[in-house]
Protein backbone atom coordinates (compact mmCIF):
# COMPACT_ATOMS: atom_id res chain seq x y z
CA UNK A 1 0.00 0.00 0.00
CA UNK A 2 1.14 3.27 -0.86
CA UNK A 3 2.02 6.17 1.34
CA UNK A 4 -1.25 7.93 -0.22
CA UNK A 5 -3.33 5.30 0.65
CA UNK A 6 -2.24 4.64 4.21
CA UNK A 7 -3.17 8.18 5.15
CA UNK A 8 -6.60 7.51 3.79
CA UNK A 9 -6.88 4.30 5.78
CA UNK A 10 -5.36 6.06 9.28
CA UNK A 11 -8.08 9.00 8.83
CA UNK A 12 -10.64 6.14 8.22
CA UNK A 13 -10.13 4.68 11.73
CA UNK A 14 -8.84 7.80 13.38
CA UNK A 15 -12.11 9.58 12.67
CA UNK A 16 -13.94 6.31 13.62
CA UNK A 17 -12.60 5.61 16.59
CA UNK A 18 -12.93 9.67 17.28
CA UNK A 19 -16.94 9.14 16.73
CA UNK A 20 -17.12 6.14 18.83
CA UNK A 21 -15.42 7.65 21.81
CA UNK A 22 -17.42 10.88 21.40
CA UNK A 23 -20.87 9.19 20.71
CA UNK A 24 -20.96 11.50 17.76
CA UNK A 25 -23.61 10.21 14.58
CA UNK A 26 -21.10 11.37 12.42
CA UNK A 27 -18.55 8.91 10.26
CA UNK A 28 -16.39 8.23 7.72
CA UNK A 29 -18.45 5.78 5.95
CA UNK A 30 -16.48 5.19 2.33
CA UNK A 31 -13.70 6.60 0.76
CA UNK A 32 -12.85 6.98 -2.91
CA UNK A 33 -9.58 7.86 -3.88
CA UNK A 34 -8.66 10.95 -1.70
CA UNK A 35 -11.84 11.88 -0.83
CA UNK A 36 -13.74 10.83 2.67
CA UNK A 37 -17.48 10.06 2.34
CA UNK A 38 -18.99 11.13 5.74
CA UNK A 39 -22.83 9.84 6.68
CA UNK A 40 -23.69 13.71 7.93
CA UNK A 41 -23.27 14.12 3.74
CA UNK A 42 -25.51 10.80 2.96
CA UNK A 43 -28.20 12.54 5.83
CA UNK A 44 -27.95 16.09 3.83
CA UNK A 45 -28.40 14.28 0.44
CA UNK A 46 -31.50 12.72 1.48
CA UNK A 47 -32.61 16.06 3.21
CA UNK A 48 -32.67 17.49 -0.13
CA UNK A 49 -33.63 15.18 -1.89
CA UNK A 50 -36.71 14.56 0.63
CA UNK A 51 -37.13 18.40 -0.10
CA UNK A 52 -36.86 18.88 -3.72
CA UNK A 53 -39.32 15.64 -3.96
CA UNK A 54 -36.57 13.45 -5.82
CA UNK A 55 -38.07 9.67 -5.25
CA UNK A 56 -35.53 7.31 -4.32
CA UNK A 57 -36.20 3.77 -5.36
CA UNK A 58 -34.66 1.83 -2.59
CA UNK A 59 -32.74 1.91 -0.01
CA UNK A 60 -31.07 5.57 0.38
CA UNK A 61 -28.24 4.81 2.71
CA UNK A 62 -26.90 2.28 -0.43
CA UNK A 63 -27.83 4.84 -3.42
CA UNK A 64 -27.03 8.07 -1.91
CA UNK A 65 -23.64 6.91 -1.20
CA UNK A 66 -23.00 5.27 -4.47
CA UNK A 67 -24.17 7.90 -6.20
CA UNK A 68 -21.73 10.07 -4.04
CA UNK A 69 -19.01 7.81 -4.56
CA UNK A 70 -19.34 7.94 -8.15
CA UNK A 71 -19.25 11.81 -8.42
CA UNK A 72 -15.98 11.63 -6.46
CA UNK A 73 -14.96 9.68 -9.38
CA UNK A 74 -15.70 12.16 -12.37
CA UNK A 75 -14.71 14.97 -9.60
CA UNK A 76 -11.34 13.19 -9.94
CA UNK A 77 -10.75 13.14 -13.50
CA UNK A 78 -11.69 16.62 -13.95
CA UNK A 79 -8.75 17.48 -11.57
CA UNK A 80 -7.04 15.73 -14.09
CA UNK A 81 -8.18 17.06 -16.86
CA UNK A 82 -8.19 20.78 -15.58
CA UNK A 83 -11.78 21.34 -15.62
CA UNK A 84 -13.14 24.04 -13.82
CA UNK A 85 -16.93 25.61 -12.90
CA UNK A 86 -17.40 29.28 -13.76
CA UNK A 87 -17.41 30.88 -10.20
CA UNK A 88 -19.90 34.22 -11.44
CA UNK A 89 -22.33 31.32 -12.56
CA UNK A 90 -21.93 28.95 -9.77
CA UNK A 91 -22.22 32.43 -7.58
CA UNK A 92 -25.98 33.07 -9.99
CA UNK A 93 -27.77 29.01 -9.63
CA UNK A 94 -26.40 29.14 -5.42
CA UNK A 95 -28.61 32.44 -5.45
CA UNK A 96 -31.57 31.55 -7.29
CA UNK A 97 -31.60 28.57 -5.46
CA UNK A 98 -31.84 29.98 -2.30
CA UNK A 99 -34.53 32.53 -3.63
CA UNK A 100 -36.64 29.44 -4.49
CA UNK A 101 -35.75 28.30 -0.96
CA UNK A 102 -36.87 31.06 0.71
CA UNK A 103 -39.99 31.51 -1.71
CA UNK A 104 -40.95 28.21 -1.00
CA UNK A 105 -40.56 27.80 2.71
CA UNK A 106 -41.49 31.36 3.95
CA UNK A 107 -38.91 33.51 4.93
CA UNK A 108 -34.88 33.39 5.39
CA UNK A 109 -35.77 32.21 9.26
CA UNK A 110 -37.57 29.67 8.27
CA UNK A 111 -35.09 28.30 5.54
CA UNK A 112 -32.61 28.30 8.71
CA UNK A 113 -35.21 26.21 11.14
CA UNK A 114 -35.82 23.81 8.68
CA UNK A 115 -32.02 23.06 7.31
CA UNK A 116 -30.77 23.72 10.67
CA UNK A 117 -27.66 25.91 9.93
CA UNK A 118 -27.83 29.99 9.15
CA UNK A 119 -28.21 31.06 5.78
CA UNK A 120 -24.18 31.58 5.11
CA UNK A 121 -23.67 27.83 5.84
CA UNK A 122 -26.37 27.08 3.91
CA UNK A 123 -25.01 29.13 0.87
CA UNK A 124 -21.32 27.85 1.43
CA UNK A 125 -23.22 24.22 0.97
CA UNK A 126 -24.72 25.06 -1.77
CA UNK A 127 -21.24 26.52 -3.94
CA UNK A 128 -20.49 23.43 -3.19
CA UNK A 129 -22.43 21.41 -4.33
CA UNK A 130 -23.40 23.69 -7.48
CA UNK A 131 -19.89 23.77 -8.48
CA UNK A 132 -19.13 20.13 -8.22
CA UNK A 133 -22.78 19.71 -10.27
CA UNK A 134 -21.02 21.67 -12.93
CA UNK A 135 -17.87 20.18 -12.39
CA UNK A 136 -19.05 17.08 -13.18
CA UNK A 137 -21.58 17.78 -15.97
CA UNK A 138 -18.52 18.89 -18.21
CA UNK A 139 -16.48 16.19 -17.56
CA UNK A 140 -19.47 14.24 -18.68
CA UNK A 141 -20.13 16.35 -21.85
CA UNK A 142 -15.89 15.74 -22.37
CA UNK A 143 -16.09 12.23 -21.96
CA UNK A 144 -18.94 11.57 -24.52
CA UNK A 145 -18.17 14.60 -26.74
CA UNK A 146 -17.03 12.07 -29.46
CA UNK A 147 -20.33 10.17 -29.64
CA UNK A 148 -22.00 11.37 -33.11
CA UNK A 149 -24.24 8.71 -34.49
CA UNK A 150 -23.76 8.96 -38.08
CA UNK A 151 -27.89 9.08 -40.04
CA UNK A 152 -27.25 5.10 -41.05
CA UNK A 153 -26.64 4.55 -37.51
CA UNK A 154 -30.12 6.02 -36.33
CA UNK A 155 -31.78 4.34 -39.12
CA UNK A 156 -30.39 0.96 -37.72
CA UNK A 157 -31.21 2.25 -34.39
CA UNK A 158 -34.93 3.25 -35.48
CA UNK A 159 -35.42 -0.30 -37.17
CA UNK A 160 -34.08 -2.06 -34.29
CA UNK A 161 -36.60 -0.96 -31.99
CA UNK A 162 -39.39 -3.23 -30.94
CA UNK A 163 -42.73 -1.34 -31.73
CA UNK A 164 -43.94 -0.96 -27.98
CA UNK A 165 -40.16 1.03 -27.33
CA UNK A 166 -40.72 3.69 -29.97
CA UNK A 167 -42.41 6.60 -28.05
CA UNK A 168 -45.61 7.90 -29.26
CA UNK A 169 -45.11 11.52 -29.87
CA UNK A 170 -47.80 14.17 -28.78
CA UNK A 171 -49.79 16.43 -30.60
CA UNK A 172 -48.27 19.76 -31.34
CA UNK A 173 -47.89 22.68 -32.95
CA UNK A 174 -45.66 25.62 -34.19
CA UNK A 175 -47.16 29.45 -33.72
CA UNK A 176 -46.27 32.73 -34.31
CA UNK A 177 -47.78 35.26 -32.69
CA UNK A 178 -48.33 39.75 -32.69
CA UNK A 179 -48.58 40.94 -29.65
CA UNK A 180 -48.75 44.55 -28.30
CA UNK A 181 -49.82 46.55 -25.15
CA UNK A 182 -52.65 48.70 -25.87
CA UNK A 183 -52.13 52.24 -25.30
CA UNK A 184 -51.84 54.03 -21.51
CA UNK A 185 -52.95 57.57 -21.32
CA UNK A 186 -50.50 59.86 -19.74
CA UNK A 187 -52.89 60.74 -17.02
CA UNK A 188 -52.62 57.10 -15.91
CA UNK A 189 -48.64 56.97 -15.83
CA UNK A 190 -48.69 60.11 -13.95
CA UNK A 191 -50.91 58.64 -11.58
CA UNK A 192 -48.33 55.97 -10.94
CA UNK A 193 -45.61 57.95 -10.30
CA UNK A 194 -47.51 60.65 -7.92
CA UNK A 195 -48.29 57.57 -5.97
CA UNK A 196 -44.21 56.36 -6.02
CA UNK A 197 -43.24 59.90 -5.22
CA UNK A 198 -45.64 59.76 -2.01
CA UNK A 199 -43.68 56.49 -1.07
CA UNK A 200 -40.29 57.93 -1.32
CA UNK A 201 -41.35 61.14 0.32
CA UNK A 202 -42.39 59.03 3.75
CA UNK A 203 -39.80 57.01 3.65
CA UNK A 204 -37.48 59.97 3.40
CA UNK A 205 -39.07 61.52 6.39
CA UNK A 206 -38.95 58.50 8.31
CA UNK A 207 -43.37 58.22 8.66
CA UNK A 208 -43.33 54.69 6.98
CA UNK A 209 -40.99 51.46 6.45
CA UNK A 210 -39.73 50.82 3.03
CA UNK A 211 -40.56 46.78 3.60
CA UNK A 212 -43.65 47.73 5.12
CA UNK A 213 -45.06 49.89 1.94
CA UNK A 214 -43.57 46.84 -0.33
CA UNK A 215 -45.50 44.46 1.34
CA UNK A 216 -48.96 46.70 1.16
CA UNK A 217 -48.39 48.07 -2.45
CA UNK A 218 -46.05 46.57 -4.51
CA UNK A 219 -47.24 44.84 -7.37
CA UNK A 220 -44.28 42.41 -7.46
CA UNK A 221 -46.26 39.68 -5.48
CA UNK A 222 -43.22 37.58 -4.73
CA UNK A 223 -40.81 40.04 -3.46
CA UNK A 224 -43.75 41.81 -1.90
CA UNK A 225 -43.85 38.90 0.79
CA UNK A 226 -40.43 39.91 1.96
CA UNK A 227 -40.75 43.29 1.54
CA UNK A 228 -39.71 44.17 -1.45
CA UNK A 229 -36.59 42.14 -1.03
CA UNK A 230 -35.00 40.91 -4.38
CA UNK A 231 -31.88 39.14 -2.68
CA UNK A 232 -28.14 39.16 -3.77
CA UNK A 233 -28.07 39.25 -7.55
CA UNK A 234 -25.62 40.13 -10.05
CA UNK A 235 -26.08 43.02 -12.82
CA UNK A 236 -26.81 40.45 -15.39
CA UNK A 237 -30.23 39.46 -13.31
CA UNK A 238 -31.63 42.41 -13.46
CA UNK A 239 -32.91 44.30 -16.28
CA UNK A 240 -30.70 47.38 -17.50
CA UNK A 241 -32.46 50.36 -16.44
CA UNK A 242 -32.88 48.61 -12.75
CA UNK A 243 -29.68 47.74 -12.79
CA UNK A 244 -28.00 50.72 -13.67
CA UNK A 245 -29.69 52.65 -10.58
CA UNK A 246 -29.94 49.62 -7.87
CA UNK A 247 -25.88 49.12 -8.74
CA UNK A 248 -25.58 53.32 -8.43
CA UNK A 249 -26.96 53.16 -4.78
CA UNK A 250 -24.43 53.88 -2.01
CA UNK A 251 -26.86 54.78 1.08
CA UNK A 252 -29.48 52.54 2.52
CA UNK A 253 -31.39 55.45 4.07
CA UNK A 254 -32.13 56.99 0.63
CA UNK A 255 -34.53 56.30 -2.03
CA UNK A 256 -33.33 55.60 -5.55
CA UNK A 257 -35.62 58.11 -8.26
CA UNK A 258 -38.42 56.71 -10.07
CA UNK A 259 -36.92 53.62 -12.67
CA UNK A 260 -39.52 52.30 -15.45
CA UNK A 261 -38.87 49.02 -16.95
CA UNK A 262 -40.73 46.91 -19.45
CA UNK A 263 -42.43 45.48 -15.66
CA UNK A 264 -43.85 49.09 -15.01
CA UNK A 265 -42.86 51.90 -12.68
CA UNK A 266 -40.31 51.34 -9.42
CA UNK A 267 -38.67 52.79 -6.62
CA UNK A 268 -35.34 50.90 -5.36
CA UNK A 269 -33.41 50.68 -1.72
CA UNK A 270 -30.37 49.57 -0.69
CA UNK A 271 -29.59 46.95 1.54
CA UNK A 272 -26.18 45.38 1.30
CA UNK A 273 -23.71 45.56 -1.73
CA UNK A 274 -21.05 42.29 -2.15
CA UNK A 275 -18.35 42.73 -5.02
CA UNK A 276 -20.56 42.19 -8.21
CA UNK A 277 -23.92 41.59 -6.92
CA UNK A 278 -26.13 43.65 -4.43
CA UNK A 279 -29.45 43.41 -2.65
CA UNK A 280 -31.97 45.53 -2.33
CA UNK A 281 -36.07 45.98 -1.85
CA UNK A 282 -38.00 47.76 -4.56
CA UNK A 283 -41.48 48.76 -4.80
CA UNK A 284 -43.50 48.08 -8.87
CA UNK A 285 -46.92 49.77 -9.57
CA UNK A 286 -47.97 48.84 -12.94
CA UNK A 287 -50.24 51.59 -14.65
CA UNK A 288 -54.12 50.05 -14.87
CA UNK A 289 -55.55 49.92 -18.60
CA UNK A 290 -59.21 50.63 -19.31
CA UNK A 291 -61.70 48.45 -21.02
CA UNK A 292 -61.79 51.24 -23.69
CA UNK A 293 -57.87 50.84 -24.05
CA UNK A 294 -58.36 47.46 -24.65
CA UNK A 295 -60.66 47.83 -27.02
CA UNK A 296 -58.92 50.18 -28.96
CA UNK A 297 -56.27 47.87 -29.47
CA UNK A 298 -58.08 44.64 -30.18
CA UNK A 299 -59.62 47.24 -33.21
CA UNK A 300 -56.02 47.66 -33.82
CA UNK A 301 -55.27 44.04 -34.25
CA UNK A 302 -58.62 42.86 -35.95
CA UNK A 303 -57.65 45.72 -38.90
CA UNK A 304 -53.92 43.73 -38.99
CA UNK A 305 -55.80 40.70 -39.43
CA UNK A 306 -57.77 40.87 -42.08
CA UNK A 307 -54.69 42.88 -43.93
CA UNK A 308 -53.41 38.83 -43.37
CA UNK A 309 -56.21 37.30 -44.18
CA UNK A 310 -57.00 39.21 -47.51
CA UNK A 311 -53.39 38.38 -48.24
CA UNK A 312 -52.58 41.98 -48.44
CA UNK A 313 -50.31 41.52 -45.89
CA UNK A 314 -47.76 38.43 -44.54
CA UNK A 315 -47.83 37.76 -40.87
CA UNK A 316 -44.01 37.66 -41.16
CA UNK A 317 -44.11 41.78 -42.32
CA UNK A 318 -46.75 42.58 -39.88
CA UNK A 319 -44.69 41.09 -36.99
CA UNK A 320 -41.81 43.09 -38.00
CA UNK A 321 -44.03 46.46 -37.89
CA UNK A 322 -46.32 46.06 -35.62
CA UNK A 323 -45.33 43.53 -32.71
CA UNK A 324 -43.97 44.57 -29.39
CA UNK A 325 -43.00 41.44 -28.23
CA UNK A 326 -38.88 41.13 -28.35
CA UNK A 327 -38.38 37.80 -27.70
CA UNK A 328 -40.38 36.76 -31.07
CA UNK A 329 -40.00 39.95 -33.56
CA UNK A 330 -37.34 39.07 -34.95
CA UNK A 331 -38.40 35.44 -35.87
CA UNK A 332 -40.70 36.28 -37.77
CA UNK A 333 -42.92 35.59 -34.56
CA UNK A 334 -42.25 32.56 -34.08
CA UNK A 335 -42.59 31.02 -30.30
CA UNK A 336 -40.21 29.15 -28.83
CA UNK A 337 -40.94 26.64 -26.16
CA UNK A 338 -38.46 27.38 -23.33
CA UNK A 339 -38.55 23.65 -22.18
CA UNK A 340 -36.77 22.09 -25.06
CA UNK A 341 -35.04 25.59 -27.10
CA UNK A 342 -37.38 24.44 -30.24
CA UNK A 343 -40.64 25.56 -31.82
CA UNK A 344 -42.70 23.31 -31.14
CA UNK A 345 -45.30 22.79 -28.09
CA UNK A 346 -47.56 20.38 -26.61
CA UNK A 347 -51.07 22.01 -26.02
CA UNK A 348 -50.51 22.05 -22.39
CA UNK A 349 -47.05 23.99 -22.25
CA UNK A 350 -48.49 26.72 -24.23
CA UNK A 351 -50.70 29.39 -22.08
CA UNK A 352 -53.97 28.69 -21.67
CA UNK A 353 -55.09 31.76 -23.53
CA UNK A 354 -53.29 30.95 -26.81
CA UNK A 355 -53.97 26.81 -26.56
CA UNK A 356 -57.58 27.94 -26.68
CA UNK A 357 -57.29 30.05 -29.47
CA UNK A 358 -55.07 27.89 -31.81
CA UNK A 359 -56.61 24.71 -30.61
CA UNK A 360 -59.49 24.49 -33.73
CA UNK A 361 -57.65 26.59 -36.35
CA UNK A 362 -56.10 24.60 -39.07
CA UNK A 363 -52.28 25.36 -40.15
CA UNK A 364 -52.02 28.65 -41.70
CA UNK A 365 -55.33 30.05 -40.07
CA UNK A 366 -54.64 33.64 -38.19
CA UNK A 367 -57.26 33.52 -34.85
CA UNK A 368 -59.44 36.26 -33.45
CA UNK A 369 -57.34 39.12 -31.52
CA UNK A 370 -57.80 38.14 -27.77
CA UNK A 371 -56.21 39.45 -24.25
CA UNK A 372 -53.15 37.38 -23.05
CA UNK A 373 -51.27 37.86 -19.75
CA UNK A 374 -47.94 38.08 -20.18
CA UNK A 375 -46.47 36.17 -17.22
CA UNK A 376 -42.57 37.38 -17.25
CA UNK A 377 -44.49 40.92 -16.70
CA UNK A 378 -47.43 40.16 -14.79
CA UNK A 379 -49.74 42.31 -17.36
CA UNK A 380 -52.49 41.90 -20.04
CA UNK A 381 -51.24 42.28 -23.98
CA UNK A 382 -53.46 41.65 -27.29
CA UNK A 383 -52.21 39.56 -29.41
CA UNK A 384 -53.12 37.48 -32.69
CA UNK A 385 -51.54 34.14 -33.66
CA UNK A 386 -51.22 32.30 -36.51
CA UNK A 387 -50.86 28.47 -36.73
CA UNK A 388 -47.41 27.51 -38.61
CA UNK A 389 -47.61 24.06 -38.85
CA UNK A 390 -50.11 20.91 -36.66
CA UNK A 391 -49.01 17.37 -35.79
CA UNK A 392 -51.21 15.01 -34.40
CA UNK A 393 -50.72 12.60 -32.31
CA UNK A 394 -48.41 9.75 -33.82
CA UNK A 395 -45.50 7.12 -33.46
CA UNK A 396 -42.23 8.11 -33.56
CA UNK A 397 -41.00 8.31 -37.32
CA UNK A 398 -37.64 9.27 -39.28
CA UNK A 399 -39.41 11.61 -41.25
CA UNK A 400 -41.39 13.92 -38.92
CA UNK A 401 -39.07 12.93 -35.65
CA UNK A 402 -35.72 12.35 -36.63
CA UNK A 403 -34.33 14.59 -34.39
CA UNK A 404 -36.15 12.89 -31.53
CA UNK A 405 -34.99 9.56 -32.32
CA UNK A 406 -31.34 10.93 -33.09
CA UNK A 407 -31.76 12.13 -29.16
CA UNK A 408 -32.87 9.12 -27.86
CA UNK A 409 -29.90 7.04 -29.42
CA UNK A 410 -26.86 9.62 -28.35
CA UNK A 411 -28.52 9.17 -24.89
CA UNK A 412 -28.22 5.63 -25.05
CA UNK A 413 -24.48 5.45 -26.62
CA UNK A 414 -23.86 8.19 -23.59
CA UNK A 415 -25.47 6.07 -21.32
CA UNK A 416 -23.00 2.92 -22.01
CA UNK A 417 -19.97 4.74 -22.71
CA UNK A 418 -20.26 6.14 -18.99
CA UNK A 419 -21.11 3.02 -17.41
CA UNK A 420 -18.23 1.41 -18.83
CA UNK A 421 -15.91 4.21 -18.30
CA UNK A 422 -16.98 4.08 -14.16
CA UNK A 423 -16.44 -0.15 -14.23
CA UNK A 424 -13.08 0.63 -15.55
CA UNK A 425 -12.47 3.90 -12.88
CA UNK A 426 -13.44 1.63 -9.88
CA UNK A 427 -10.54 -1.12 -10.70
CA UNK A 428 -7.72 1.85 -10.54
CA UNK A 429 -9.18 4.02 -7.61
CA UNK A 430 -8.52 3.01 -4.23
CA UNK A 431 -11.74 2.41 -2.39
CA UNK A 432 -12.92 1.78 1.12
CA UNK A 433 -16.12 1.29 2.70
CA UNK A 434 -16.96 0.95 6.17
CA UNK A 435 -18.18 -2.78 7.10
CA UNK A 436 -21.98 -1.75 8.21
CA UNK A 437 -22.17 -0.19 4.76
CA UNK A 438 -21.16 -2.52 2.21
CA UNK A 439 -24.05 -5.27 2.48
CA UNK A 440 -26.01 -3.36 -0.67
CA UNK A 441 -26.92 -4.27 -4.30
CA UNK A 442 -25.05 -1.76 -5.77
CA UNK A 443 -25.61 -0.48 -9.34
CA UNK A 444 -22.01 -1.07 -10.07
CA UNK A 445 -20.22 -4.06 -8.35
CA UNK A 446 -17.15 -3.06 -8.27
CA UNK A 447 -16.64 -0.90 -5.46
CA UNK A 448 -15.30 -4.03 -3.19
CA UNK A 449 -12.52 -5.05 -4.59
Known amino acids: ?53 QQIAGDPYCIIPEQLAIQKLFLHQAVIDSIEANESTVSHQVDMRINYYINQIGSKEKMEEYFRKPTS ?4 ELMTTVRNQMIIQQMQQKLTSDIKPTPADIRRYYNSLPMDSIPMMPAQVEVQILSFEPAVPVEEIERIKQRLREFTERVQNGSADFSMLARLYSEDTESAKRGGELGFVGRGQLVTEFADVAFNLNDPRRVSRIVQTEYGYHIIQLIEKKGERINCRHILLRPRISATDK ?12 LVVADSLQFEQAVIRFSEDKNTVMNAGLMINPNTGGSQFEYQDLAPEIAKQIYSLREGDVSQPFVLMDQTKNREVCAIVRVKKKTDVHRANLTDDFQTIKAMLEQKMSEEFLHKWILKKQQTTFIQIAPGWQGCDFEYPGWIH
Open 295 to 306: INALNRLDSIRQ
Open 121 to 124: EIRE
Open 1 to 53: MNMGKRKIVLLFLMVSLMVQAQGVIDEVIWVVGDEAILRSEVEEERLRWQYEG
